[in-house]
């Protein structure tokens, strides 16, 4: 036997089977300030029922209005050893596109303290963006001021499958289990005794859900089992869906999902559904398999078509409630291999308007990227793909890498859109050879654009405002509700014409804040020449380059609460003939004004020195976890050149793509807008309160000053 620790966010539900082990102890409060509730635990596992982590059910709140978790240490059974290859990186080393075994743990830091990223840096690895080793990728600085180093542990015995939540997870073919986690990309919980149960049982087959795997660690979110095995010899049954499609390590399966509502229709053209893992029709609590009757309107092609009810799904598990029909699969051999065989049309001096929609970028560097990029794209139904060649700045420096990025459009609708593309002075130039530009799918291949929940991660909407005139600062004010935190959110609400700042969430309860400014085109560097206490200063790429101040997730400035208002101050200040110096920084009620930091941008254009524009914020789901989020934006000021400050009253707020889990409207005060995004598709009654939803979405509002 050994022991783990293992966390549960405040509202995550344990199922009847209990936790992943014997309970040892058990603390509850928000990481820092924490209460015994070791034998209230061992009750409720004593019970047989689900219950939730909540003031509730501990009978106290030990930390008023802070984000709480449950901190569960446990007795489990022993893990196998396998035999492992240590690579290591050091800090802004870029990680390859694979590697050769899959990742079983992953340590950040030097000799004198090393911390566990496993997640962040399987995260980074399965990322679009830069696969650069650095303080913000992997979450946190062990070791501030000091060099460090990430180690990677993988196995190449060792396979890797993922199972999206309500898909069939087959026992035969896990000859040895190595591991197995249950959540979302930022926040999954270790199930290895629950999944080792089910692997030694008798049964072919187990459905990875949280009542099968002991708890519901992200309450609302689509949830994947990631399983660590390895598997049986050559001749034994074996698993399709364990086949490799994307490169994690070893390579995880791709499983799509598709969700819709009662009275909607699930169409799937010929070429998609391989074969069906798992479904479930009905809502919360009630749920049914309706596997049987979905099979049988499956065609031998691929094609799947059914409109979501209770006769065409064989009974009504919820009455008078709406509900959905949740659908996973393995995709078409045919799709496959059309991917690899098929005629590609590429357009070399074209691009695409604005408003086709991108999704599931990545890397575009080598042969095996390009391969890689036709088959995801006809796996997830795009009729083509934009293939970039990445850019250098003034510098010599790499600005952004090459990159891949998916056009949820036909093929004809991308022809429509095709214009020549702008000329790019600072072109990279790193993947000639691959044809940069657009590439459609093959004309035989049928698109499939509707949207999945958990396939892509949850939109990103903005809002803008609007002052006129000219204007030296700027005051914004923001509040997250408490429904509105998830994991892995950037609530950015001090964004400018070069730089943004904003506070963020990451996994375990860790939060930060930020600032950054972009370097001019024409000028030197940007500098940092001041910051608070706990701030780290640090050059940026992949996203244009710049300087930033990330502060230590560790440190009690850094915390903020849910449902507490908070303001960001901007000031814009010239600084000789050449440059101005943008100063951040926070009011807190609970401490008062906090300075972030000072950054100072050479710029030769003599118009720009002291100057703000393009005022705003987003919310960003940086980790992928496709989670509900949500914030309210406003008030906002403006301070004029004679020191007045004045309400802002117009913004704008808008999302670019056409995913049915974002909303935006003004709040009941009239002062405030809200953005919502991610999560399943957004029920016509919730779309009612704001913006409605399921389509690109760009409002104009008029706020109370």
Not at 237 to 249: F, L, T
Not at 407 to 432: E, G, M
Not at 468 to 495: D, H, K, L, N, W
Not at 593 to 613: M, N, T, V, Y
Request: hydrophobic content about 35%; some cysteine; aromatic content about 8%.
């Amino acid at each position: 036997m050994e022991e783990q620790t293992v966390e549960l966010p405040e509202w995550a539900w344990v199922g009847p089977a209990g936790p992943n082990g014997a309970v040892v102890r058990a603390e509850y409060g928000d990481g820092t300030t924490m209460v015994d509730v070791v034998s209230i635990v061992g009750a409720m596992i004593g019970k047989g029922a689900s219950w939730q982590v909540s003031n509730d059910t501990f009978g106290c709140d030990p930390c008023p209005g802070a984000a709480k978790l449950l901190r569960l240490r446990l007795r489990c059974e022993k893990r196998p050893k396998v035999e492992t290859e240590t690579l290591e990186f050091k800090e802004w080393d870029s990680l390859p596109g694979t590697l050769a075994g899959t990742l079983l743990a992953a340590t950040y830091g030097n000799e004198t303290r090393r911390v566990d990223v496993t997640a962040a840096a399987e995260a980074l690895l399965r990322g679009a963006g830069p696969r650069q080793v650095t303080n913000d990728a992997l979450g946190c600085d062990p070791c501030p001021g000091a060099s460090k180093v990430l180690r990677l542990d993988i196995s190449a015995a060792v396979q890797c499958a993922e199972f999206t939540e309500w898909s069939d997870v087959p026992c035969s073919h896990i000859a040895q289990l190595v591991d197995a986690r249950w959540g979302t990309a930022e926040r999954s919980v270790d199930v290895f005794a629950h999944v080792m149960r089910h692997v030694s049982g008798d049964a072919a087959s187990f459905q990875a859900s949280n009542e099968s795997l002991g708890c519901d660690p992200v309450p609302g979110a689509q949830k994947i089992l990631r399983v660590k095995y390895i598997g049986k010899a050559v001749g034994q049954s074996s698993c399709s869906a364990c086949a490799p499609e994307r490169p994690i390590g070893g390579g995880c399966s791709l499983i799509v999902m598709v969700e819709a509502w009662e009275g909607e229709r699930i169409s799937l053209p010929p070429g998609s559904v391989g074969a069906i893992t798992g479904c479930s029709y009905g809502v919360g609590a009630s749920w049914v398999d309706p596997r049987g009757f979905l099979e049988a309107r499956l065609e031998a092609d691929g094609a799947l078509d059914v409109l979501v009810s209770n006769d065409a799904l064989g009974g009504d598990p919820a009455p008078g409630v709406p509900k959905s029909l949740r659908v996973s699969y393995t995709i078409h051999e045919s799709r496959r291999k059309l991917a690899d065989e098929g005629e590609w049309e590429i357009h070399t001096a074209q691009d695409v308007s604005g408003d086709v929609e991108f999704c599931m970028s990545g890397p575009a560097k080598t042969e095996e990227d390009l391969a890689h990029a036709r088959r995801r794209c006809l796996l997830l139904g795009c009729g083509g793909f934009r293939l970039t060649t990445g850019t250098v700045n003034q510098f010599g420096e790499e600005d952004g890498p090459p990159g891949c990025e998916q056009l949820r459009f036909t093929q004809d609708l991308i022809r429509a859109s095709l214009r020549p593309r702008a000329a790019q002075p600072h072109d990279s130039k790193q993947n000639a050879a691959l044809r940069p530009g657009i590439h459609i799918a093959p004309k035989q291949f049928q698109t499939d654009t509707v949207w999945r929940p958990g396939n892509d991660a949850a939109p990103a909407p903005w809002i803008g405002f609007r002052p006129s005139g000219r204007f030296c600062a700027v005051a914004t004010q923001m509040c997250v509700p408490p429904e509105g935190v998830a994991e892995s959110t950037y609530y950015m609400f001090g964004g400018f014409q070069c730089g943004y700042g904003g506070i963020q969430q990451f996994s375990e309860g860790k939060q930060t804040i930020t600032f950054s400014v972009w370097n001019a085109p024409q000028g030197d560097k940007a500098q940092t020449v001041g910051a608070g206490p706990g701030a780290t200063a640090s050059h940026f790429g992949g996203e244009g380059m710049g300087v930033g101040v990330t502060y230590d997730p560790s440190g009690e400035h850094v915390k903020w609460t849910a449902g507490t208002t908070y303001t960001w101050l901007l000031r814009a200040t010239p600084d000789g003939e050449d440059a101005t110096v943008f100063t951040a920084h926070i009011f807190k009620p609970e401490q008062g004004w906090q300075f972030i930091a000072s950054h100072r941008r050479p710029d030769p254009l003599a118009k720009q020195q002291g100057k703000l524009e393009a005022l705003g914020g987003f919310l960003e789901d940086a980790g992928h976890t496709s989670q509900r989020r949500a914030a309210e934006y406003g008030p906002c000021w403006v301070q004029r050149a004679d020191s007045s400050w004045e309400a802002v009253t117009q913004c704008e707020a808008g999302d670019g793509c056409s995913r049915p889990n974002k909303a935006a409207g003004v709040t009941e005060d009239g002062r405030r807008v809200r953005l919502t995004a991610g999560g399943s598709a957004m029920p016509p009654s919730e779309g009612a309160i704001f913006t409605p939803s399921g389509f690109k979405i760009h409002g104009r509002f008029s706020l109370k000053p």
